[in-house]
C-alpha cells in the first residue's frame, strides 16, 4: 500500500486558490486521498489540508510545488512531526427494529453520535483519525451502508512535541 | 484626479517602464483601447492575431530582459493568447497579458464573448488575477511586473471585466510595495550549498558545466566564462542557453541532447561531473534519465527548487539566484586544466564531426543556415519556429551574443517565428533579425506580415521550404516505416506572390549559388523581406537520439564517416 503523507498548506484566501491547488496536483499526476479548506483565525487566510499518496519523491516535489504558487504562504509536511488528526464521518446505515440496538452500541464504542433515526435507517456522526473511521465502517458494513459524507482530515502539528 | 480603470491601467504600464503594447482591441476591453489612445508614450502594436500578440510580447521579452506587455478582449481574443502562454511559461519568459472580461453582472451567465480565461489559464501562467473592483487594478498590476520578471519569470495574466474598466473612478495611487507573503524569491544562495559545490568542482578530473536558459535571464553570462575559463571546464550549452558562450570560445561545446551534436552527449556520457547552470534536465537534453551522465555527481544551480530532484538527483542542488550563486562560487573554485580530459573532448569533437554538411546538387537547408551566419558574421538575432529547421537553426549558425537566438524550446509552439521576430526587432531595432521558419509553422502566423508592414518592422524572413511537416516526416521515416500520413504539404502557396501581396519584397532561392545573394540583396532591401528557399524534401537533423533512448543509441550523419581521418 502506498505511504500517505499529511500536508498542511496556509493560503491567501484569494479568488481561486483552490482551484489553483487542485489543478495542479491533477495536472502533475500527484494522488489526492483528501482534501479540506477552511478559514483560520486570521479571515485573510485558509489552511488547506491534503492527503496524498505516493513515495519520498513524489512528496518533495508536492511540496515544493505547492509551495512555488503565489498564493501558497507556507506549506509543511506534518506527516514527519507529532500531529493531532481528525476527520467528521456521517454514516447513514441501514437499522430495523431487529439491528437497532446492536447498532447503538457500536456507536457508543465509538463514542460516535446517533443524529437521525427513522424506521428503516439510523445517521450516525462520527469523529476521529483515520483508522478509527475506517473502523466503525467496517464493523457497520454487514448491516448495510447507505451514504457516507466525509469531511476529509484536518491536521495541526503539536506543541507539545516540541516543547 | 479622478481616474477610471482603463485610465488606471495606462498610469499603471507607464509606472513600470513599459513602452510597447501588442495587441488586437475588442468589446470587453475597448475601454482600455480608448484611453490607451490618448497615451502616446504607450505605443500599441496592432496584430492580426492574438496569438501574435502574446508571442511577439514573449520575443520582446527575450530580446531586451524586459516584461514583454500584450492585450485581447473578452473570449475567443482571450483563448487566442493560451499557446503564447504556454510557450512563454514553459521557457519561463516575463509577459504580461491584460484581457477585458464581461460586465460583473454577466460573468457566470455565458454572456457573448465570455469564457473563464483566469480558469484557463491557470496551468499556464505564473499567476492570474481577475480584477474585480477598480481599486485593485493598480496593486494587481504592480505584483504582476514584480511576479513576472523576479525569481523564475513567467507570464502573468490580468482579466479586467468592462464595468471595472469604465465604471467608477477613483483617485490614482501607485503603491509604495508589493504584499505577497506567498512569494519569495531566493537571492543569495546558501554558503554551505555553495562550499560543497566548491569541493566538487575541485575534485572532478572530468567537469562539464551544463548551462541553461538561467544564465541569459540572470545576465551571467560574464561570470558563467570566469567560472569556465578558471578551472578549464568545457561548457555546453541547452537550446534555451546558447548565447550564453560564444560558439567562438574554445570550451564551448555545442548542444546536448536529443538534436545535439555527438561530442557535446558524449562529453556529458562521460563526465564526472555535471555542473548545471539554470538548466532544468529537460527530456531533449536527457533522453533516459537512467543512463544520464552515468558516471557524474550532479551540482545543479538553479532559482526553483521545484526542479532539484525532479527529473535528476541534485547531489549538490544551490537554490539562489545564479549571478549570484556564481559570483559565491568563483572564489572557492581552484584554478585547474584538466588537460586530459581537455584533449578527450577534443578527440570526441574529431571523431563525431556533427555539423559536417555533405555536397548535395540540391539545395540543404543546414548550407542556408550557415550561409545566413556567415552573412550576419553570427551578430544577428534568430528567431525560429519549431522543427526541422528551428534544429539546423541551432546547430548551423555561429551565435557570438547572450539572447541571440530566440526560439520556443520547452513548448515546441510551431509559427512562433513571425510574431517572436516582430517582438524581438522592436525589442532591439539596432539588431539585425531574421525570422527562420518552415513552411509548415509559416503557415500558422503568416498573417501578422501585416503587423511588419504597417508598423515597418524589418524583420527579414527566411522559409526553409521543403514542402512537408519536416520533423514529423523524420519521424514517420524512422520510426513509422516511411507512412508518410498527413506531413506531405502539396496545397501550399506561391511565397513569393503571397510576400508580395502583402506589399512586401520576395525572393526565390532554389540553387546554393544563389543563396548568399539573395540573403544579401534581403538585407539591404530596406524593410521586410520574405525569402523563400526551396530546400530538399527528405533532409534529416542529425544527430538524434530517438526519444526515450541514450547516446549510446545516437544515430549519426552517414557520411560524416568520409570526413574523419
Known amino acids: ?163 | 484626479m479622478e481616474m477610471t480603470g482603463a485610465e488606471i491601467i495606462c498610469e499603471s504600464l507607464l509606472r513600470e517602464g513599459v513602452d510597447t503594447i501588442f495587441g488586437l482591441p475588442g468589446g470587453a476591453v475597448l475601454p482600455f483601447y480608448g484611453a490607451l489612445s490618448g497615451y502616446p508614450k504607450l505605443r500599441h502594436i496592432l496584430v492580426r492575431h492574438e496569438q501574435a500578440a502574446a508571442m511577439a510580447a514573449d520575443g520582446y521579452a527575450r530580446a531586451t530582459g524586459k516584461v514583454g506587455v500584450c492585450s485581447a478582449t473578452s473570449g475567443p481574443g482571450a483563448t487566442n493568447l493560451v499557446t503564447g502562454l504556454m510557450a512563454a511559461q514553459m521557457d519561463s519568459v516575463p509577459i504580461v497579458c491584460i484581457t477585458g472580461q464581461v460586465p460583473r453582472a454577466a460573468i457566470g451567465r455565458d454572456a457573448f464573448q465570455e469564457t473563464d480565461i483566469t480558469g484557463i489559464t491557470l496551468p499556464v501562467t505564473k499567476h492570474n488575477y481577475l480584477v474585480m473592483d477598480v481599486r485593485d487594478i493598480a496593486p494587481a498590476i504592480k505584483e504582476a511586473f514584480y511576479i513576472a520578471r523576479t525569481g523564475r519569470p513567467g507570464p502573468v495574466l490580468i482579466d479586467v471585466p468592462k464595468d471595472v474598466l469604465a465604471g467608477e473612478k477613483i483617485e490614482f495611487e501607485w503603491p509604495a510595495e508589493v504584499d505577497l507573503p506567498g512569494y519569495n524569491p531566493p537571492g543569495e544562495p546558501d554558503a554551505r550549498q555553495v562550499r560543497v559545490a566548491a569541493h566538487l568542482i575541485n575534485q572532478a578530473e572530468r567537469p562539464v558545466i551544463l548551462a541553461g536558459h538561467g544564465v541569459l535571464i540572470s545576465r551571467a553570462w560574464d561570470e558563467l566564462r570566469e567560472l569556465a575559463e578558471k578551472a578549464q571546464i568545457p561548457v555546453i550549452t541547452t537550446l534555451l542557453g546558447i548565447g550564453a558562450m560564444s560558439t567562438e570560445h574554445v570550451l564551448n561545446m555545442g548542444m546536448p541532447g536529443m538534436h545535439g551534436m555527438a561530442y557535446a552527449s558524449l562529453a556529458i556520457d562521460r563526465s564526472d561531473l555535471v555542473i548545471a547552470l539554470g538548466a532544468r534536465f529537460d527530456d531533449r537534453v536527457t533522453g533516459r534519465l537512467s543512463d544520464f551522465a552515468p558516471g557524474a555527481k550532479i551540482i545543479h544551480v538553479d532559482v526553483d527548487a521545484t526542479e532539484f530532484n525532479k527529473n535528476i538527483v541534485a547531489d549538490a542542488p544551490v537554490l539562489g539566484d545564479l549571478k549570484d550563486s556564481l559570483r559565491a562560487l568563483i572564489p572557492m573554485v581552484q584554478p585547474n586544466v584538466h588537460l586530459d580530459w581537455i584533449k578527450e573532448t577534443d578527440t570526441l569533437r574529431a571523431e563525431h564531426p556533427s555539423l559536417f554538411i555533405r555536397k548535395s546538387d540540391v539545395l540543404l537547408p543546414q548550407q542556408v543556415m550557415k550561409q545566413i551566419s556567415d552573412e550576419t558574421n553570427g551578430e544577428a538575432i534568430i528567431v525560429t519556429g519549431v522543427g526541422q529547421h528551428q534544429m539546423w537553426a541551432a546547430q548551423h549558425y555561429g551565435y557570438k551574443e547572450p539572447n541571440s537566438l530566440i526560439t520556443s524550446g520547452g513548448s515546441g509552439a510551431m509559427g512562433f517565428e513571425v510574431p517572436a521576430a516582430l517582438g524581438a526587432k522592436v525589442g532591439r531595432p539596432e539588431k539585425t533579425v531574421w525570422s527562420i521558419a518552415g513552411d509548415g509553422g509559416f503557415q500558422m502566423t503568416l498573417c501578422d506580415l501585416a503587423t511588419a508592414v504597417e508598423n515597418k518592422i524589418d524583420v527579414k524572413y527566411a522559409i526553409l521550404n521543403n514542402g512537408s511537416l519536416g520533423m514529423v516526416r523524420q519521424w514517420q521515416d524512422f520510426f513509422y516505416d516511411k507512412d508518410f500520413f498527413a506531413t506531405i504539404y502539396s496545397g501550399n502557396p506561391d511565397f513569393v506572390k503571397l510576400a508580395e501581396a502583402y506589399g512586401i519584397r520576395g525572393i526565390r532561392v532554389t540553387k546554393q549559388e544563389d543563396v548568399a545573394g539573395a540573403i544579401q540583396e534581403a538585407m539591404e532591401t530596406p524593410g521586410p523581406v520574405v525569402v523563400d528557399f526551396v530546400v530538399k524534401e527528405d533532409e534529416f537533423v542529425y544527430p538524434m537520439i530517438p526519444a526515450g533512448e541514450s547516446v549510446h543509441e545516437m544515430l549519426e550523419e552517414p557520411e560524416a564517416e568520409s570526413i574523419i581521418s
Open chain 1, 1 to 163: 500500500m502506498a505511504q500517505k503523507h499529511t500536508i498542511s498548506a496556509l493560503v491567501e484566501n484569494h479568488f481561486g486558490v483552490l482551484c489553483r491547488v487542485a489543478g495542479l496536483f491533477s495536472s502533475r499526476g500527484f494522488n489526492i486521498d483528501s482534501l479540506s479548506v477552511g478559514e483560520t483565525e486570521d479571515p485573510s487566510i485558509s489552511r488547506m489540508t491534503i492527503v496524498v499518496g505516493g513515495d519520498d519523491s513524489v512528496l518533495e516535489q508536492v511540496v515544493k510545488q505547492l509551495d512555488r504558487v503565489i498564493d501558497v504562504i507556507r506549506v509543511i509536511d506534518i506527516t514527519q512531526g507529532a500531529f493531532v488528526e481528525r476527520e467528521l464521518m456521517l454514516i447513514k446505515v441501514k437499522a430495523d427494529t431487529t439491528t437497532r440496538a446492536e447498532i447503538i452500541q457500536i456507536a457508543e464504542v465509538f463514542r460516535a453520535h446517533i443524529v437521525d433515526v427513522c424506521p428503516r435507517s439510523m445517521t450516525i456522526e462520527v469523529t476521529g483519525k483515520n483508522d478509527k473511521i475506517q473502523a466503525i465502517i467496517g464493523m457497520l458494513s454487514s448491516f448495510g451502508i447507505e451514504e457516507i459524507a466525509r469531511t476529509g482530515t484536518v491536521a495541526l502539528l503539536r506543541d507539545s512535541a516540541v516543547q
